[in-house]
């Protein structure tokens, strides 16, 4: 048993004996058939123009070779094949037979409708009539009820809001394999616009849905790529435009994956993510990269894997102030963690002294914005402006009815930041910065009036105390901790996307 027992000792490293697995690369665009298909056919017309978007967002990503109706038409004639207006997934699996394509996107209009909605200054005028017939009693409401359905019988064959259509889509992309007939994946497009005319707001429904298609077929496809060679942070991978490679790409390096046998058994043990880099130069079938972050070395031959979505990041601090003395805790978005140029969006809770040495409660949110001086891995060193605006609350000196009151302090803070790397998703974040100048607005308070609408009023003070001040010049620290998620969420709209959304 002994025996028995060392002799597997001294086989076992033999048949655990790792080999090295090349990576696999994306060397060829995919072949891909894109038709509509659905069972409805007053869906048809709308079905060809989301189908068209699919067709030319997986054109314009440049990854695939697009094979869409018209490419098809011409490949059926020279088959002498008629192609119908609706396709099953029968008719797909046929057709992709002649196509030459393994793979193919169906698109299925579930639902869609335009009809048009009232806009909001009239339905508040509507809350208004209404509320009037409630005051005016039973006959007030049934009279009101009266008219409108008349009204309502009189215009039920005419659009009453031409100009503020509401339109609804909902789709489903299909991918499905040619050679077995299987669905192998989908997704689903729901997008909604209300605003301008049946056309105008169509359109708006189209461009949402061409941002969001334009995402998903990327992770149809993810693009696997090598790294070629390195240079301190300076990177270069293969693929390039020929491929669709842009710039603000990134890409997920990983180690290598390993070939184990175990047994008569062979397995392939995956490799660990080792960093993130981004793509700022790009030739024709390579391109050249930057390291944003890596937490372990990176080496030629590495595996290099498209990472479709962003980076996000998130934080929580404590911050301390000299300036009428402030503590408080803090919530904070990063944008762009991990370039030159980046900042922050805050949300904090905290208490600060007034001159009357009273401890108020402040609710503050604002937004940094950094540029780092030294950007180097391990750690970086930034300037900052912070613009916090703080909502401070107290109570006034009404000697019948004290009231909450509330006043708004603005105090712009400039300083330093400082960043260390502490895991892979993890920063420690400690800044020092100095308020020069702070203001600070009227005390009021809110209440309803008769009509059920917010008035403001003025804080009631004592004549000798005065109104209390809130100065916040002087010195500022924080201290938090960074998290990271690499990867996380969907890609965000270009500047064009998001102007076409308006």
């Not at 894109?34 to 030319?56: C, F, G, H, K, N």
């Not at 370039?339 to 905290?350: A, C, D, E, T, W």
Request: with cysteine; hydrophobic share 40%; charged share 25%.
């Amino acid at each position: 048993m002994r025996k028995s027992f060392i002799l597997s000792l001294l086989v076992l490293p033999i048949l655990l004996a790792a080999q090295e697995v090349q990576p696999k690369i994306t060397t060829e665009k995919m072949r891909l058939l894109i038709l509509p298909s659905t069972s409805e056919t007053d869906y048809q017309d709308i079905a060809d123009r989301v189908t068209a978007i699919v067709a030319s967002k997986a054109t314009q990503l440049g990854r695939f070779e697009v094979i869409d109706r018209n490419n098809l038409e011409s490949i059926m004639d020279e088959q002498a094949l008629q192609l119908s207006g609706l396709i099953n997934d029968e008719e797909v699996v046929e057709i992709g037979k002649i196509a030459a394509a393994p793979e193919a996107l169906l698109v299925t209009v579930l639902n869609f409708g335009q009809k048009g909605v009232p806009p909001e200054d009239e339905e508040d005028e509507d809350k208004k009539d209404r509320k009037k017939a409630r005051e005016s009693g039973l006959l007030g409401i049934i009279a009101k009820e009266v008219v409108d359905a008349a009204i309502d019988k009189k215009m039920e064959k005419v659009e009453r809001y031409p100009n503020n259509i509401q339109t609804t889509l909902s789709c489903e992309v299909r991918k499905i394999d040619l050679e077995s007939g299987q669905s192998i994946d989908a997704f689903t497009l729901n997008v909604e616009h209300t605003g301008g005319n049946k056309t105008a707001s169509l359109n708006k429904v189209l461009n949402q849905a061409s941002w969001r298609v334009s995402q998903q077929l990327k992770e149809l496809y993810i693009l696997s790529s090598q790294i070629v060679d390195i240079q301190g942070r300076n990177v270069i991978l293969l693929l390039g435009k020929d491929m669709g490679v842009k710039k603000g790409t990134m890409f997920s390096v990983n180690s290598p994956s390993s070939k184990r046998t175990v047994g008569n058994k062979s397995i392939t043990i995956p490799g660990h993510q080792v960093g993130i880099i981004e793509v700022t130069d790009i030739s024709v079938d390579a391109n050249q990269g930057r390291i944003l972050r890596n937490w372990e070395t990176i080496e030629p031959g590495y595996p290099a894997v498209e990472s479709t979505g962003r980076i996000m990041a998130g934080g929580l601090g404590i911050k301390f102030g000299t300036g009428s003395p402030e503590m408080g805790l803090d919530l904070a978005g990063y944008i762009n963690p991990l370039g030159r140029l980046g900042g922050s969006v805050f949300f904090g809770l905290g208490t600060l002294k007034d001159s009357r040495d009273d401890t108020d409660f402040s609710l503050r949110f604002g937004v940094d914005m950094h540029f780092r001086l030294i950007n180097t891995i391990p750690f970086s060193l930034a300037g900052y402006l912070s613009l916090p605006l703080n909502f401070v609350m107290r109570s006034d000196d009404d000697p019948e009815d004290s009231h909450t009151v509330s006043a708004i302090v603005f105090g712009p803070i400039v300083g330093g930041q400082l960043e260390f790397m502490l895991s892979s998703n993890m920063d420690l974040v400690a800044s020092v910065g100095y308020c020069m100048k702070s203001d600070i607005s009227k005390w009021d308070y809110s209440e309803d009036d008769d009509d059920d609408e917010s008035q403001s009023y003025p804080a009631f003070w004592d004549d000798d105390l005065g109104a209390p001040d809130i100065d916040l010049t002087g010195l500022y620290f924080n201290v938090g901790i960074r998290f990271l998620l690499f990867g996380a969420g969907s890609e965000l709209p270009s500047l064009s996307e998001l102007q076409n959304f308006r």
